[in-house]
């Protein structure tokens, strides 16, 4: 059930199921108000048929019984289709009661006028068919006693079926019929549903290059109103993030001067308490500044992406971390290559690490991967050896300048934007990135991200 509520699970498919059935059954319902019709037509040339027969029987028997007997046997070898013939009237029979429609018409003519006996239902009564097609069928056999004591045998055999009204070769038809509105309609539903499947794809390039090219207008006007309202928003969002990155740019250029007089005038301080309390707030507001700038251009998506081996980079991390002094190991080893901008990814991964170092003492970093909807994922795990972060607190360490009351704060030297950083950059590679504890104590933080395929 699931399986099928995922496979409807797409505008295309909806669309798909009801246009088609809609047309079986409006198709349906014609073909039974046709058949329906057919039915009527077939019942109304019947009752004609009965009808003209009935009157002609009854015109055949007042002349029949007009001859003398000795003339209506050669009459009734000329007449022979008629299915008449001379026999005996039975006695002590029961007065007729016709069941039949052919019998009910003509008992309504010739009951005034001549005694209709019923003979029994057996093959004996039954006269052949005049075209001799086989043997007797079922019918009704019936002696019309003539004004001279005289009896006529007829034989009223039942009206022929009509042709099933589903021939052999109908099945052919109707499943070429069904053939064709199935592609029908699945043409009609995936022109329906790619110039959004173009929009989300569109939407999703958005988040990952911010100056991707903008999309064609063309197709019908609501689809042209959709995509010149989605370039609009891109180019403002763009130039939104540019004046951002400029303004905290030249904030950070011109906070340059005045930090770099201060410092200077610092040294001059006698009071060394003071002096080292001076200095340290100072370099507090130049990292802030710092990070404040890194966090803006974490937003910018102005590097290029290409395929990055993912193994050479956690490398290349792994041994600047440990020729610094820190410790930091890689345990697994991936050969996988992603799409990825190389400085913000480097920027993102070096942020993992040193969050674990400064709050963990240690970075272990373990490479996994996973399959899913079709897509290959990548997922880098730094997991460290500290306290961990309360689970009520673990999606708000992602908001900016947000620091733990205790282990994570101002004393660590953080600001609270590592983690900010590094979900803007992950959210541009259009991969995640999450918190949870270790069962033996410490944090892991998983990037997981989309691995390009040949």
Known sequence: MRRLNRRFDTISARIFSVLL???????????????????????????????????????????????PAANREGLLKAIHRFGLKVAP????????????????????????????????????????????????????????????????????????????PIQPETYFYLGLFLACIAGLALFVSRMTIRPLQQLAQAATDLGQDINRPALEEHGPKEIRQATRAFNSMQLRIRDHIQQRTQMLAAITHDLQTPLTRLRLRLEKVNDQELHDKLVGDLSSMQMMV?????????????????????DSLLDSICTDASDAGHAVSLRDKSKATVMARPQALRRCLNNL??????????????????????????????????????????????????????????????????????????????????????????????????????
């Open 353 to 454: 690490v040193d969050n674990a170092i400064k709050y963990g003492h240690s970075a272990n970093i373990y490479l996994q991967q996973s399959t899913e909807a079709k897509q290959q994922w990548l997922h880098i795990c730094v997991r460290d050896q500290g306290n961990g972060i309360p689970v009520d607190q673990q999606a708000r360490v992602f908001e900016p300048f947000y620091r733990m009351e205790t282990s994570r704060s101002r004393e660590t030297g953080g600001t609270g934007l590592g983690l900010t950083i590094a979900l803007n950059i992950a959210r541009q590679h259009n991969g995640q990135l999450s918190l949870s504890n270790l069962p033996e104590g410490g944090l892991e933080v998983r990037l997981s991200l989309p691995v390009k395929t040949s």
């Open 89 to 164: 009237v039975p006695a002590n029979v029961p007065d007729y009661k016709a069941s039949t429609p052919y019998g009910i018409a003509l008992s309504e003519r010739l009951g005034k006028s001549f005694k209709i006996i019923p003979l029994p239902p057996a093959p004996e009564n039954c006269l052949m068919r005049p075209d001799d097609r086989g043997p007797a069928e079922a019918c009704e056999a019936l002696i019309f006693v003539l004004n001279d004591g005289s009896g006529l045998h007829q034989t009223i055999f039942p009206a022929r079926p009509p042709n099933a």
């Open 21 to 67: 059935f809609g047309i079986i059954c409006s198709a349906a319902l014609t073909w039974w108000l046709a058949f329906g019709e057919r039915q009527n037509t077939i019942s109304n040339e019947r009752n004609n048929y009965r009808a003209d027969r009935a009157k002609h029987a009854e015109q055949l028997i007042q002349a029949i019984d007009a001859l």
């Open 290 to 310: 710092k990070e404040g700038l890194d966090l803006a251009r974490s937003m910018d998506s102005n590097e290029a992406l290409q395929a990055l081996d993912i």
